[in-house]
């Protein structure tokens, strides 16, 4: 038992480890680049699809609405892939506002997502992490600060002030979270592909800002993109880890935040001209989601 709980937490820390050297700035890229394992996941097999999730997976406001309590949506990316690869059964257990808590406990009529799994399950999109780095706080404390100093990074000043940052702080102890659902997927679905599904670019990739459309101070939306680079980049090393594949939906989100123009963006503003919520993927956004995951399992599937 002994040498049991030393290699358990030998493990941890190596887990630890591997997510700070990342955040660091180090490449990670056997992590990064984990080949697929073949599974019955590719196009002419019976194929059962869950996707598990928080809101940029559940797409609230995009019609139809199909669950008023997750605010989810018919034409989310699950919805498309699974009309894409004509899969045999598909059960979206996407919620919004989940954290990775919710993979195990119930949110209001939505079951513990992780209930939705069974060994029959082939393939198992993951996208969860941002509301436990806490993107809605972080969103509203940034444009609560930018009237303190609209050119300047006060919500940088804000998050640093104690002498480290915060919000790396939070993605780093995020990491194990994302790596317990992980563990769990495999153990309750231990024959399915699974993906972890990052997150889209929200903000402009070369750090510009466009205040007042987005309400942040100039120099914090460098700040904030650089955020959720780190974010993706933790879920890329603990997919890596955990023997998953990771489906970059920043790279082909790249100039159509939430700055651009009604019809160039995907991601809509804090006050939306499409239907969609706030800082939100709109259908656009989620079709482009769809598609990334798409390419990554065809991706797989020909390597595999």
């Known amino acids: 038992m002994a040498n049991d709980t030393r290699s358990a937490d030998g493990t941890r820390v190596r887990r630890r480890a591997a997510v700070a050297a990342a955040l660091g700035g180090c490449a990670l890229v056997a992590a990064s680049t984990t080949p697929a394992v073949a599974h019955s996941a590719g196009p ?35 919805t498309l892939v699974a009309a894409q690869r004509k899969v045999t059964a598909f059960t979206d257990a996407s919620c919004s506002g989940a954290t990775t808590a919710e993979m195990w406990q119930a949110q209001g009529t939505n079951k513990p997502q992780l209930d939705a799994l069974g060994r029959n399950t082939d393939l198992v999109t993951v996208q969860i992490g941002g509301n436990d780095v806490g993107f809605g706080p972080i969103i509203s404390t940034c444009a609560r600060l930018a009237a303190q100093d609209p050119t300047g990074n006060p919500c940088e000043r804000s998050y640093q002030a104690s002498g ?34 990052g997150y889209p ?43 998953a594949d990771y489906a970059d939906t920043y790279t082909p989100t790249i100039g ?23 800082a939100h993927p709109n259908a656009q956004g ?6 990334a995951v798409l390419a990554r399992l065809d991706e797989g599937h020909r390597h595999g």
């Open 44 to 78: 002419g097999h019976d194929v059962r699809y869950v996707a598990l999730g928080d809101s940029y997976t559940a797409g609230p406001g995009i019609p139809s609405q199909v669950d008023a309590n997750c605010a989810r949506s018919d034409h989310n990316y699950p």
């Open 164 to 197: 480290y940052d915060q919000l790396t702080l939070a993605i780093v102890r995020t990491a194990p979270k994302v790596d317990r659902v992980l563990r769990a997927v495999h153990a309750r679905a231990p024959h399915a592909r699974v993906l972890v599904v």
């Open 201 to 243: 670019d929200l903000l402009p990739d070369d750090g510009s800002g466009c205040f007042p459309q987005v309400p942040f101070a100039r120099r914090d939306f460098a700040y904030l993109r650089d955020t959720e680079k780190r974010l993706n980049l933790m879920l890329r090393v603990v997919a890596g880890l955990n023997r």
């Open 256 to 278: 159509h935040d939430m700055c651009k123009a009604p019809a160039d963006r995907w991601i809509e503003p804090l006050q939306p001209t499409a239907p969609a919520a706030p």
């Open 286 to 291: 989620e079709q482009a989601m769809a598609r």
